[in-house]
Nanobody
């Protein structure tokens, strides 16, 4: 069984920074695309950023230039460096990964980590 565990969320003032981590564990042969999503209260879950196994990245317009997604394939871990945070970045952040475990490829989600940005 594969698990994704996020960490690094918390409370920060506007203009501050946070770094989220997402560690994958279990029976893993290959991790394909990984991504960060977020869901604010009363809103739908939205894409924040994705990164392929070769390192190609994609960002939503709302975070472009402020957030940086990266991954360490040797540690099966993905990161999200969030700078110049705004109150509208407040949400539960979820990591997602497309993982081949030896028999089939499946999409996995973490449990989420809360990010709160105060004004």
């Amino acid at each position: 069984q594969v698990q994704l565990v996020e960490s690094g969320g918390g409370l920060v003032q506007a203009g501050g920074s946070l770094r989220l981590s997402c560690a994958a564990s279990g029976i893993i042969v290959k991790i394909n695309t990984m991504g960060w999503y977020r869901q604010a209260p009363g809103k739908q879950r939205e894409l924040v950023a994705t990164i392929t196994s070769s390192g190609s990245t994609n960002y939503s317009d709302s975070v472009k230039g402020r957030f940086t997604i990266s991954r360490d394939n040797t540690k099966n871990t993905m990161y999200l460096q969030m700078n110049t945070l705004k109150p509208e970045d407040t949400a539960v952040y979820y990591c997602n990964a497309n993982i081949f475990g030896g028999f089939r490829t499946m999409n996995y989600w973490g449990q989420g980590t809360q990010v709160t940005v105060s004004s």
